[in-house]
């Protein structure tokens, strides 16, 4: 059979065409029993056999088509258009659970946006052929209803349909395979029609105020089997976890659906973080000398302005001033004018000298307050930013992400074989430790401010949710364009972005606590281990717990009914209190160790 093949491998195969194989094989034979090479007894009986040949598929537990496209394009950088060639397998770092977890997380939250934010009409309106069906229904469907349905993709979930028939609270759809699904006045009430990201037409009372014979719509399937309205999505959406171990990267999605569009706006896509930058500065800040109690003023700031501006008075969210604040609170508030003072106090060039040990490319960073906001020219992805964060994940260690863990031959020869960075501080004999770039106590300090952003916070809803108190994040919101949350246990730690491609307003009502948040809960519900196994990050030594006055960052009585603890680094305590009348004066600070 296989000498008879090269003449013509496409069409004398036995998949293709088995008459010509057959009839190719029959001839070799007959050959080599001519020349003497087979008997006439192995003539006869390979004469007789059937075809055996047929279409071996290997098992996909999981496609993970943005994944699999950045290892192709990994392999063809390193080995050129040979890889193609050389049977190469790869063995990746994915979590096909967690893998799994994002795309579903990242799809549902895209689309309860899309919903929210109105409906934008079907695909494409009274499409040719219609008006002869509606004449005379019992000749069939068009043929160009069946042809247009037959080119048509479908796009993570959303099926498309043909409208045909509308009744005042439900209609039918023609599917793909040419069969008719009715959808009810449950699956289309949503449909309010969309005018701009912030607004939406009042609701429609029939069906025929949304759809109507021989539309072009998109339907999609719900858990219980009911059809229900649907649309693409126009807004996009990516999320990375990575083990803040060793940067392994244990789920990635680029966007609503690869097929749709292959852009990876997990990799590719350079956008502004917002106040989920913040967290980086404010660590060299904290590490130049600042506290989690020192006090800032939040009040308005008039600055000099650019060109035709002459002032420059920067904003809080909505417009609300607290006075005398401390950093953690400012932080876990992420309010916008203590920021400008942090930078102001610490220099913008500071503070990108610091943010780069990150790994950021800090090249085009603004050298100005516009580093405060994250915005400006700061331009990041989000597997950027998550790398960043889990460098507070891990306490302090500078990973890299990794997608390839194994490279092997066809013969299953080792052709490469991971050696990452691991953040490690003890029994690290023979590992590849990674360079420790912020220091112990620091991150510790920064890593409790963190956790308030999600037990009081911006990021509240991640506790409300999921009900953890090892849970460490940040929100973040850029010019209504781009809304962020990266969020983090010691185990996992994960960056989610969401907006649009062409930096359209993603809407006044829409936050890092709205989409980004929410895909990130989905994702960590399912991700996570359950807190009683999960690990702890070690307190370190020289951290100590005063209690202080919340109003000025000072120290003050034990007996104070107003006072709160916050933890220091040894050395920068705030100075005692003269104590008079007091005997309890040995147990002002205490210290952690």
């Avoid at 307050?369 to 460098?391: D, R």
């Avoid at 202080?548 to 220091?568: S, V």
Wanted: with cysteine.
């Amino acid at each position: 059979m296989l000498a008879g093949i090269p003449q013509a491998p496409e069409a004398g195969n036995p998949i293709n065409g088995p008459r010509r194989s057959i009839t190719r094989r029959n001839l070799v034979l007959l050959r080599m029993l001519e020349q003497g090479s087979i008997s006439q007894v192995q003539y006869d009986e390979a004469f007789q056999s059937p075809i055996t040949a047929q279409v071996y598929v290997r098992n996909v537990e999981l496609p993970a088509l943005y994944a699999a496209e950045m290892v192709r394009k990994y392999l063809l950088q390193q080995y050129g258009s040979d890889a193609y060639n050389q049977g190469m397998i790869a063995h990746t770092t994915l979590s096909s659970q967690m893998q799994r977890s994002a795309e579903v997380a990242v799809s549902n939250k895209l689309l309860e946006y899309d919903r929210r934010h109105g409906y934008r009409g079907p695909e494409y309106r009274r499409i040719q052929g219609t008006d002869e069906y509606l004449a005379a229904p019992e000749y069939g469907y068009p043929e160009n209803w069946s042809r247009t349905l037959s080119v048509m993709a479908v796009f993570g979930g959303q099926h498309p349909g043909i409208v045909t028939r509308v009744s005042e609270t439900e209609i039918s759809v023609l599917t793909q395979d040419l069969e008719e699904v009715s959808i009810d006045w449950d699956g289309l009430r949503w449909a309010r029609p969309y005018i701009d990201a912030d607004r939406r037409a009042p609701t429609p009372k029939t069906a025929a105020e949304i759809v109507a014979p021989g539309d072009v719509i998109r339907y999609e399937i719900s858990d219980d089997g009911t059809a229900r309205l649907g649309q693409h999505p126009n807004i996009q959406g990516a999320i990375v976890a990575l083990d803040p171990y060793d940067g392994a990267i244990k789920a990635i999605v680029g966007g609503f659906d690869f097929d749709a569009k292959q852009f990876n706006h997990a990799t590719q896509a350079r956008r502004q973080p917002g106040s989920n930058f913040k967290p980086f500065y404010y660590t060299g800040a904290i590490e130049n000398g600042l506290t989690a109690a020192s006090i800032y003023n939040d009040a308005p700031l008039v600055l000099p302005g650019e060109e035709l501006e002459k002032t420059y008075r920067p904003k809080n969210s909505g417009d609300v001033f607290h006075g005398n604040i401390r950093l953690r609170e400012a932080l876990y508030r992420s309010i916008n004018l203590v920021s400008i003072r942090v930078i102001l106090d610490y220099g913008p060039q500071n503070a990108i000298n610091y943010v780069s040990r990150f790994g950021f490319d800090t090249s085009n960073f603004p050298r100005d307050l516009q580093l405060a906001f994250g915005g400006g020219t700061i331009a990041l992805t989000p597997l950027e930013v998550v790398t960043g964060y889990a460098t507070f994940a891990n306490g302090g260690f500078k990973v890299t992400p990794y997608l390839i863990r194994e490279l092997n031959s066809i013969n299953r020869d080792a052709i490469f074989q991971a050696n990452p960075e691991v953040a490690c501080t003890e029994n690290c004999n023979g590992l590849n430790r990674a360079k420790r770039i912020i220091e112990p106590r620091v991150a510790h300090i920064m890593n409790t401010m963190l956790s308030d952003a999600i037990r009081r916070g911006t990021g509240t809803k991640a506790m409300r949710a999921l009900k953890r108190g090892d849970l460490h994040g940040k929100t973040g919101t850029t010019n209504d364009a781009d809304i962020w949350f990266s969020g983090f246990t010691p185990d996992l730690v994960a960056t989610s972005w969401a907006g649009f491609s062409n930096n359209s307003p993603v809407g006044n009502r829409e936050w890092g606590s709205t989409i980004p948040i929410e895909t990130w809960i989905e994702f960590m519900r399912k991700a996570l281990p359950p807190e009683s196994e999960s690990s702890q990050l070690p307190t370190p030594e020289g951290i100590v717990s005063v209690k202080i006055d919340p109003a000025t960052g000072l120290r003050t009585y034990p007996a104070d009914p107003n006072g709160i603890f916050e933890i220091f680094r040894q050395e920068r305590v705030p100075p005692a209190l003269e104590i008079r009348n007091h005997s309890e004066d040995s147990s002002i600070t205490q210290d952690i160790f």
